[in-house]
């Protein structure tokens, strides 16, 4: 596993990219969401129980980008020489306060570029994954202020509602349907 990079006086840096996904150097985490928003890695992450079942959560609304908004289980930012699959086992502790392991990357090229009613912009590359979760949650409530359990099909209605939901699910959630409906997704989300 490697370790997050951060900057003493601003917390966490995130990775910018240039067009083409190309890692050009960082920043911290604080200064790069506004109305220009440089093009950033970030990730998506969907958690499934037992039974087949997919987290939603409420951002908090403390959140500098879509507070309140359900969204998906969880997202983040890998730290500069974090591989992405280390910053979401990583973040899936800092939010939810649970362990998971070997996330499964499903949306490998994931791109949205997304712009908040106070002009705040979202811009990343945002490779997509999922992952099992068998523990109890235990939320941070700077994080997430609400969360359910939901049926893929329950999740499908909500993209309909657009005020509903963050704008990287409800872009990204259609591209998952395929797959299934295909009944094409990792195996351990039904075992």
């Known amino acids: 596993m490697t370790t997050p990079t951060t900057t003493a006086t601003t917390g ?7 067009e083409e996904g190309r890692q050009i150097g960082s920043a911290a985490k604080t200064t790069v969401h506004h109305t220009a928003t440089p093009l950033h890695l970030g990730f998506s992450c969907y958690l499934f129980d037992a039974d087949g079942r997919v987290l939603l959560t409420r951002r908090a609304l403390n959140k500098t980008t879509w507070p309140g908004v359900w969204s998906n289980s ?13 910053a979401v086992c990583r ?11 070997s996330p499964v990357c499903v949306l490998p090229d994931f791109r949205y570029r997304a712009v908040a009613a106070d002009g705040t912009v979202e811009n ?8 099992r979760c068998d523990g ?19 999740l499908r209605s909500a993209v309909g509602l657009p005020w509903s939901i963050s704008p990287w699910a409800m872009e990204q959630i259609p591209l998952l349907d395929e797959p ?3 009944g094409s997704w990792p195996q351990f989300i039904n075992e």
Do not use: K
């Open 136 to 154: 109890r949650l235990r939320p941070d409530p700077g994080e997430v202020m609400e969360w359910m359990w939901v049926s893929w099909d329950q």
């Open 124 to 131: 990343e590359i945002c490779p997509v994954f999922f992952a």
């Open 180 to 182: 299934y409906l295909q």
């Open 12 to 18: 966490e840096c995130v990775v910018l990219l240039d």
């Open 74 to 86: 969880f997202c983040g930012h890998p730290a500069p020489g974090e591989q992405v699959e280390d």
């Open 91 to 101: 973040r899936a502790g800092q939010e939810l306060g649970i362990s998971i392991q």
